[in-house]
């Protein structure tokens, strides 16, 4: 009846407005290093990422290992606060086989092909330095975390309103939004290796990129970015 359909309407704006609030306050909260919940989710992420590394210290260069800048993860969440570990975690614990997988990708040194006139330059030991560039690396959690921004930015913007009533036709929650991080983290992978970036240098233009090929896929008013 048009009574219902008017009901899920309204259930759908009221979520939706309820979503940003919920993802806002996470997004100010900053990560905070005497919360025991919060060490406790970033541990987690550890755990989930590297199941069979132990993590030798809290404050570790190991952490560079999934992906983040330096010694203590803390600093890396400043821009999205609490939202980026939230994200990232949900991704490792729900998605974890791929998020490994991709993790392991985004690791990866870029074979080159060498060209002829390339070789004739330089000596055999230095190709072989040469030869794995280190290109398609990028640094996952960062990586996240700047998904993270973007799906925010989709989200605050409105442009996934349609996304989020052809999946959530109840009312978004915000594992609604994590769902779609997931779905952005596959195809910005994908978009990665599809672009052939010379070097990470590249990553903001590849970024602009990606975000304009999603508002355009989020425009067809059947679209769900992931079911």
Same mark, same amino acid.
């Given at each position: 009846?048009?009574?219902?359909?008017?009901?899920?309407?309204?259930?759908?704006?009221?979520?939706y407005r309820n979503l940003i609030a919920q993802?806002? &306050?996470?997004?100010? !909260?900053?990560?905070?290093?005497? @919360?025991p919940q919060h060490e406790e989710m970033l541990l987690k992420l550890w755990k989930c990422l590297k199941p069979?590394?132990?993590?030798?210290?809290?404050?570790? &260069?190991?952490?560079? !290992?999934?992906?983040?800048?330096? @010694?203590?993860?803390?600093?890396?969440?400043?821009?999205?606060?609490l939202l980026g570990l939230y994200n990232l975690l949900y991704f490792a614990e729900c998605d974890g086989a791929a998020a490994?997988?991709?993790?392991?990708?985004?690791?990866?040194?870029?074979y080159r092909e060498v060209t002829k006139e390339e070789l004739s330059k330089i000596s055999k030991a230095e190709w072989e330095k040469k030869k794995f560039d280190k290109a398609i690396g990028y640094s996952f959690a960062i990586v996240g975390i700047d998904i993270t921004d973007l799906a925010y930015n989709?989200?605050?913007?409105g442009a996934l309103k349609t996304h989020f009533y052809n999946v959530a036709p109840e009312a978004p929650t915000l594992s609604h939004?994590?769902?779609?991080?997931?779905?952005?983290?596959?195809?910005f992978h994908k978009f990665w290796i599809e672009e052939d970036p010379l070097d990470i240098m590249e990553f903001n233009r590849v970024r602009e990129k990606f975000h304009k090929r999603i508002i355009k896929?989020?425009?067809?008013?059947d679209m769900a970015l992931c079911p």
């Open positions: 009846t048009v009574g219902n359909i008017f009901q899920a309407c309204l259930l759908q704006i009221v979520g993802v806002e &306050k996470l997004r100010r !909260e900053p990560y905070d290093s005497e @919360d069979n590394t132990p993590l030798e210290a809290r404050i570790s &260069k190991q952490w560079c !290992e999934i992906g983040f800048q330096g @010694d203590d993860p803390k600093t890396d969440f400043r821009g999205m606060g490994q997988q991709i993790l392991s990708d985004s690791l990866q040194p870029k989709l989200l605050v913007s939004f994590q769902q779609t991080f997931c779905y952005l983290m596959h195809e896929q989020l425009q067809n008013p």
